[in-house]
């Protein structure tokens, strides 16, 4: 071979080489461009979370206490009066989406005054009883103070007794920064104003009360419905200074179980009687059966009185055999309360 027809080989050669590496490079960037993703990676590219939404929300009757039970739509007097399930829902949302997030539960506690009174607030308002409250309305009294979550000490406002939160964890030794589940916002408060449930916290039961309606109704999750187990008349708490007070509206989780819870005389410390099958959900405020006056002893059934107008003292009335239904059915850190208006 001539040392020309070498040098044309040679410069073949080189060229065919560099057309190769471009063609890769081109191709290399082709792929960038439209998005191609290597296959040993797909598995780990995380899948976006569902949010749940109203519509989501399943109900289905599946009676199991079956006595006294209203209709969803019935008569009171010269009106009709119903369970709100589109309300009661958009609250299941709002618990079925914390549930999903996962995390740790608590629930802000200071069921009289246990874990010290709050301080007072800035712009505090004195409500009808004579009690400083919040911009809210949530008073001083038996609640939680919540601080601004940038730790400048400011207090924002007062938590009610019994409301749900995520804890996000502790940046000091006294404090924690919490996320509201019953209410809006993170702010930060005392270690000592919060029961800790940990991440087993459930809630998958509900006991959804309505203080427009005067009625009461019990949920339970079920795969992937939530089965209505009671349907029953109920009276609410009424605001009647200065010892009445209004049942809050809200989400709260059940923290305590009485058998027999009792109660005082108003105005003084003298037991008045008691009420049976009582679970308490905020303050002092608890779903029970009718309430018996000493010197009787014996429970009394059913009340005539049982879904017409408020009249208790904060807590919800309602047949003596159904509070007892609430009460074995809805048990703590598996199950909240509902209150609607």
Known sequence: MSLRNLFALFFSIIMLAQSGCDA????????????????????????????VTQEDI?????????????????????????????KIKKEIVRVENAVSEGGSWGVLSNYKNKNGEAPTIKD??????????????VERYQSVPLYDAEGDTTLVRYGRDGWLVKI???????????????????????????????????????????????NIAVLEKNGKAWHILSMNPATS????????HETPTGIFAIQ????????????????????????????GAYIHGVPVQYPRKNIIEYSPSLGTTPRSHMCVRNASSHAKFVYDKATIRQSVVIVID
């Open 124 to 137: 505090f308002v004195r409500n009808d009883y004579g009690r400083v409250s919040d911009q809210q309305g």
């Open 256 to 283: 305590e179980k009485k058998e027999k819870m009792l109660y005082v005389k108003d105005g003084t410390s003298e037991i008045a009687g008691y009420a049976p099958y009582a679970s308490r959900f905020t303050n």
């Open 168 to 214: 996000n964890g502790s940046d000091t030794t006294d404090f924690l920064s919490v996320t509201g589940v019953s209410m809006e916002g993170t702010y930060l408060l005392p270690k000592r104003y919060l029961l800790s449930w940990g991440d087993n916290a459930l809630f998958n039961k509900v006991v959804a009360v309505d203080v427009t309606n005067q």
């Open 24 to 51: 890769d490079s081109r191709n290399e960037g082709k792929n960038r461009d439209i998005g191609i993703i290597p296959e040993d990676t797909i598995h780990s590219i995380p899948k976006e979370k569902k949010i």
């Open 58 to 86: 399943v109900l289905k009757k599946d009676l199991q206490y079956d006595q006294y039970t209203l209709e969803d739509e019935y008569p009171y007097q010269d009106t009709v009066r119903k369970f709100q399930w589109e």
């Open 237 to 244: 708490g009424v605001h009647k200074p200065p010892h009445a």
